[in-house]
């Protein structure tokens, strides 16, 4: 079936988050893409035309390491938003046991991780849902942001859809406490959480609830004291919790250099002030000592 006179619709490749996302030809390019067909509901016409402005600055957006969004357009009241097609996500690659990743291989990925989200931050665009399936790879192994900007444009979509509680595993504390003048830290923490699980192959702090995740990172990193977070007694949802001491950093990435774990504990700063940014990130010594990262079309992907 033939959409905006322009792609030539094929099968479903999943359902995501705002709605249904479909593989299509790009009748102009030649070019596979994807297109996500966004659920618009019964808004107000005045919503539309703002996510349709915003949606006009995501599409400036251009860099190595962001998905490319190509077009957007409304077609029989959905919004469609037309990707470049990429093959894989880095969920696949940490979940294959077939695939062994060196410290190399985790540098690379993180760096190109830590680059798209320095650039979008740059332009003052936040990402608010980084999680391993959010980060798509290519055919020459590029890592590249996908859904950046989307979570402020059509909402948190948490709330409205079960299947996105992966997403908790990645939240800053300061949301899990409520905070409403969240920043870029938020996507730093997800990062954070993004690296601790390309370095233990597993999810670093799986919550079952939004309770069971402060408790996760409570009992890695200790509850947060008042000189560690200052603000922390002021968020909306702030609790005195049972104070709890933090695990050592070498307990919990017993396989990680020194450098990353300077790195980690650099990114898992409770108090979001005084967390590293995704661009300081990218300058720590972990980028520019052996082994460097490993260069993107030699990485492991799966088969
Ligand atoms: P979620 O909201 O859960 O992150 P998405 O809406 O991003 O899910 O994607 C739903 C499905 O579509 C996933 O299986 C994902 O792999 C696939 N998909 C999304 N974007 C692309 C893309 N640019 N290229 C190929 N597949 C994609």
């Known amino acids: ?4 006179d322009r792609y030539l619709k094929r099968e479903v490749l999943g359902e995501g988050t705002y709605g249904v996302v479909y593989k299509a030809i790009d009748i102009k390019t030649g070019n596979t893409v994807a297109i996500k067909k966004i659920r618009i509901g019964k808004q107000k016409e005045g919503v539309n035309f703002t996510a349709l402005r915003e949606i006009k600055l995501l599409k400036e957006l251009k860099d190595p390491n962001i998905i ?3 077009d957007a357009f409304p077609h029989k009241g959905n919004l469609h938003l037309v990707f470049e097609f990429m093959e894989t996500d880095l969920e696949a690659v940490i979940r294959d046991r077939n695939i062994f990743l060196s410290p190399a291989d985790i540098k690379s990925y993180f760096q190109m991780t830590l680059k798209g989200l320095a650039y979008c931050h740059k ?3 936040l990402h608010r849902d980084m999680k391993p399936n959010n980060l798509l790879i290519g055919p020459d192994g590029q890592l590249k942001l996908a859904d950046f900007g989307l979570a402020r444009i059509f909402g948190s979509p948490d709330r409205k859809f079960t299947h996105q509680v992966f997403a908790r595993w990645y939240r800053a504390p300061e ?3 409520g905070t409403k003048q969240y920043g870029a830290a938020v996507d730093v923490w997800a990062a954070a959480c993004i690296f601790a699980e390309l370095l233990t192959r597993r999810p670093f702090l799986p919550g079952a609830s939004d309770i069971d995740q402060l408790g996760k990172i409570f009992q890695a990193f200790g509850t947060p004291s008042p000189s560690q977070w200052p603000d ?4 909306p949802d702030y609790v005195e919790y049972q104070p709890a ?3 050592p950093w070498r307990t919990l990435f017993p396989t990680a250099s020194d450098d990353a774990i300077d790195l980690l504990s650099k990114m898992f700063t409770y108090d979001p002030k ?6 300081q990130a990218l300058e720590h010594r972990y980028f520019s000592s052996a082994p460097l990262p490993t260069e993107p079309a030699k990485l492991p992907r799966p088969v």
């Open 1 to 4: 079936k033939k959409i905006a």
């Open 274 to 279: 005084a967390r590293i940014s995704a661009q």
């Open 175 to 177: 949301l899990l406490f």
């Open 245 to 247: 001491p933090a695990q």
């Open 123 to 125: 332009k003052w665009v």
């Open 68 to 70: 490319e969004l190509i």
């Open 232 to 235: 922390l007694e002021y968020l």
